[in-house]
């Protein structure tokens, strides 16, 4: 038998989420640059994570309105089959 303890792919998500940025934080911390190379290292990976979450959420807004799309096509011709059965039904 199956038991949901709570824990869905969002929170397994984000916990490995974490865990990846946790990771980064101590390898800097321990990465023999000077603290300039880290910083601009960081500015660029900040830039690039930025970018590549803009991009991601560009995606995301297709797939949505794509969805939606489909969604209301989907309920209009269920609304059209429905007619039509009950306009042959009354015949």
């Known amino acids: 038998m199956a038991r949901d303890d709570g824990a869905g ?11 990846a940025v946790s990771g980064a934080a101590v390898a800097l ?16 990976k900040a830039r690039e994570g930025r970018e590549k979450a803009t991009e991601a959420t560009e995606r995301g807004r297709q797939a949505l309105s794509q969805s939606r799309e489909t969604l209301a096509h989907a309920v209009e011709r269920g609304r059209e089959a429905y007619q039509q059965a009950r306009a042959r039904e009354n015949s």
């Open 9 to 19: 792919a969002g929170s397994i998500l984000l916990a490995s989420i974490l865990g």
């Open 29 to 44: 911390l321990y990465a023999p640059e000077t603290g300039r190379e880290t910083r601009e290292y960081l500015g660029e």
